[in-house]
């Protein structure tokens, strides 16, 4: 009678069973919710990122860094998704057509375009060389990736030793990575994670108004006075130039108070400015007038770094006169130490 009444064996498997999978089960859910709060997370802190959405999605579904994967996308295109390259490379992750787009399950050309399809092939790709390389020996992992990507996995693996232009390309987009990660750490530390996304945006979006409204006060005019050689402004611009800056009276021009000044010299903001358009005019004539507003609050080192990233946020429209305006400013700073 007591035996009828306990569970058979098998019934205790079951149970086993079926505790372990809700167990699985509440397991995943937790992961789920994680990496979503995760994604949610890098929406906020790389909100100014064009096509940001689509850079998430990709790097979530092949497990690669997202700052990684929008470094590439800069030093590749200048997150130009129109960008085609004398050998034949497309869109924002500059997918070659067709070798490499076939390869990566891409039969139409027009589709290298999309800015989420490409995105998504590039990442994918990045993940098939990071698995690719997980063996190699001598350089690392993430280096030997890059150096693949850029001159094929075939060239890399028949090389004697790293090609000085691969290692060139891997060390660009390490530094947009770090500027990119950096940013958000020194943001959080000195205004914690949500005031600090609401500073961005408010200092961007107060930028984009001043330039937009030709309120804004430049500095580069008093380096000119004390500078003669400093270089002429040669964008239109509506009629924002040097000279009319000269000649006009202080409350012609909207004060420099007006702007946000939580961070009054941030990467992040002029980097948005430029790389949201793909008009290299545009971009030079962006950059221009930032740096009349902004420049002047700029350290030493955060023109450095600026400096070191126009080629690649700029492309065709750096020119003399934009890095020699660059250069004065950190003249400056260095005769003021």
């Known amino acids: 009678m007591i035996k009828t009444l306990l569970p058979s064996s098998t019934f205790i498997r079951q149970i086993g069973l079926a505790v372990l999978v809700l167990l699985a089960t509440a397991t995943c859910s937790l992961s789920w919710a994680e990496e979503a709060e995760l994604s949610e997370d890098s929406a906020k802190r790389l909100g100014d990122i064009p096509y940001i959405d689509c850079f998430i999605r990709s790097a979530d579904r092949y497990e690669v860094e997202v700052e990684l994967a929008i470094a590439v996308a800069i030093v590749e295109s200048s997150l130009n998704p129109d960008a085609i390259s004398s050998s034949g490379a497309i869109g924002l992750m500059q997918i070659k057509w067709p070798l490499t787009a076939e390869h990566l399950g891409i039969t139409q050309r027009d589709l290298l375009f999309d800015p989420c399809i490409n995105i998504d092939a590039g990442v994918s790709y990045l993940r098939e060389l990071m698995d690719l390389n997980a063996t190699s020996q001598g350089e690392d992992l993430l280096t030997q990736t890059l150096a693949s990507y850029r001159l094929g996995p075939t060239t890399i693996a028949n090389a004697a030793s790293l090609p000085e232009q691969a290692a060139d390309y891997a060390e660009a987009i390490f530094k947009q990575r ?8 020194v943001a959080e530390q000195s205004l914690g994670s949500a005031t600090a996304e609401e500073a961005l945006a408010e200092e961007t979006a107060g930028l984009r108004q001043a330039l937009e409204s030709n309120e804004a006060v430049t500095n580069l005019n008093v380096l000119r006075e004390n500078n003669p050689s400093a270089p002429e402004n040669t964008f239109s611009n509506q009629g924002l ?7 006009a009276k202080p409350s012609d021009l909207g004060p420099v108070e007006s702007l ?19 008009n290299p005019t545009v971009r030079g004539e962006k950059f221009d007038q930032w740096l009349k507003i902004t420049g002047i609050n700029c350290t030493e080192s ?3 770094t600026l400096r070191n990233s126009l080629p690649l946020w700029l492309g065709t429209a750096l020119n003399s006169n934009l890095l020699g305006a660059v250069e004065i400013l950190m003249e400056e700073k260095r005769a003021s130490q």
């Open 302 to 304: 955060q023109l450095i």
């Open 260 to 278: 946000p000044q939580i961070n009054p010299c941030s990467t992040a903001s002029v980097r948005t400015l430029m790389l949201g358009t793909h």
């Open 241 to 247: 130039n040097l000279a009319d800056l000269d000649s």
């Open 178 to 185: 770090d500027i990119l990660t950096e940013e958000d750490v």
